[in-house]
């Protein structure tokens, strides 16, 4: 059952997601050849404490720690250790926070120094697609639309869409539905409503869209052992439109980055 949220509630759940969106931020400038994911990590659980809140990925389902990071061949779900960043390294970064009751939790693939051009396009268009899937997020359309435009949008640039993750809609409780998929056809799936809160998220691979689970039960990979990026936002719909409530404006301002993307979806 989707859970409709109310003004109030949506303005809660905006304030978790820009506290992930500060903590990406932060993160930013930390990310170079050298720092270990772990060390990510520890900043990363301080800075969500100190603003008032409680990372929202640890112990949730029994994850060990506050981020999911995973590099390179990583698709998602990574967990933190002492292996330091190298140069031409991708590194996706997803986080969670929890205040007032209500999570945020959106992500963000870095390069950590000089990345290949052939990489850097892979993050370029995940991102894209995100926001592809973003516009077809309103009243009017149904969830299979907004799969159906991130997987036009990547596949016909070649890679591989993944299908066993999804996005999901997002308030009191991480994963509330409905599912997400980031593949669909148009007009399929639930009706998209006014108050709907959702978490979209592809995870899109250079090569084939098809994955490994390791043994410890937590980190994707892709089959092919190339790259793969995952972007995410949390999105609400007002008055019939998808807003935003999440930004990657904090990393950018660290990064040095003009962006547009954002401007059609912001309150
Ligand atoms: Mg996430
Ligand atoms: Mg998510």
Known sequence: MII???????ELIRESALIVSKT???LASEIKPGITTLRLDSLAEAFIRDHGAVPGFLGLYDFPNTLCVSPNAQVVHGIPNGTPLKDGDIISVDCGAIKH????????????GDVSSDVLKLLEVTKASLYEGIKAFRIGNRVGDIGYAVQQYCENKGYGVVRELVGHGLGR????????P?????????????GMVIAIEPMINMGSKSINHHSDGWTITTKDGMPSAHFEHNVAIVNGNPELLST????YEVLGITSYEEQPFKS
Request: no cysteine; glycine share 12%.
């Open 4 to 10: 409709q949220k109310t003004a109030e509630e949506i």
């Open 24 to 26: 990406l931020g932060m």
């Open 182 to 194: 980031n593949y669909g056809r148009k007009g399929s799936g639930k009706k998209i409503i006014e």
């Open 101 to 112: 009751g209500f999570y945020g939790d959106h992500a963000y693939t870095f390069p950590v």
């Open 173 to 180: 409780t991480m994963h509330e539905d409905p599912e997400v």
């Open 248 to 251: 990657f404006d904090y990393i």
